[in-house]
């Protein structure tokens, strides 16, 4: 058999666990007869809707790829394309996915103490201010 670039494209691509700033790219392989030989890598076309794009080498034949530190509430693009060891084969149709607009809760445990000792600190001091006012309007 000789080994050409791939003729054919990963088929299925989708976004699952989309979050504020991660996406979860997955796909299915590319058929058989279009392969050209062993997929040792997946490359993928992303960026922002209406921007130039870039193209990053998963350096894996793993059908899964998480992209992080992505931008909150924001439109991006994505296309996929198998490669093997000649080269990389044509893209797929892109996906528009839109990362979430909400941020984590996820606090680690000294940011939820400090987080709570501010709180109760602020608590007691609108009491300590509001019992002064009532002793203040009572003796008036």
């Given at each position: 058999?000789?080994?050409?670039?791939?003729?054919?494209?990963?088929?299925?691509?989708?976004?699952?666990?989309?979050?504020?700033?991660?996406v979860?790219?997955t796909?299915?392989?590319?058929?058989?007869?279009?392969?050209?030989?062993?997929?040792?890598?997946?490359?993928?076309?992303?960026?922002?809707?209406?921007?130039?794009?870039?193209?990053?080498?998963?350096?894996?034949?793993?059908?899964?790829?998480?992209?992080?530190d992505?931008?909150?509430?924001?439109?991006?693009?994505?296309?996929?394309?198998?490669?093997?060891?000649?080269?990389?084969?044509?893209?797929?149709?892109?996906?528009?996915?839109?990362?979430?607009?909400?941020?984590?809760?996820?606090?680690?445990?000294?940011?939820?103490?400090?987080?709570?000792?501010?709180?109760?600190?602020?608590?007691?001091?609108?009491?300590?201010?509001?019992?002064?006012?009532?002793?203040?309007?009572?003796?008036?």
């Open positions: 058999m000789i080994i050409t670039v791939p003729s054919g494209y990963p088929v299925d691509l989708s976004a699952v666990n989309v979050t504020s700033t991660n979860t790219l796909w299915g392989e590319i058929n058989c007869l279009d392969r050209k030989g062993v997929i040792t890598s997946y490359l993928i076309r992303y960026g922002v809707i209406h921007a130039t794009l870039q193209t990053l080498d998963t350096q894996s034949n793993s059908t899964t790829y998480t992209f992080s992505l931008n909150m509430h924001i439109r991006y693009r994505f296309s996929i394309a198998g490669a093997n060891k000649i080269s990389g084969g044509p893209f797929s149709d892109y996906i528009i996915v839109q990362t979430s607009k909400h941020y984590s809760m996820i606090f680690t445990t000294n940011l939820n103490l400090s987080l709570i000792s501010f709180i109760v600190d602020l608590i007691f001091k609108t009491i300590i201010i509001f019992r002064r006012y009532l002793l203040y309007l009572i003796l008036r």
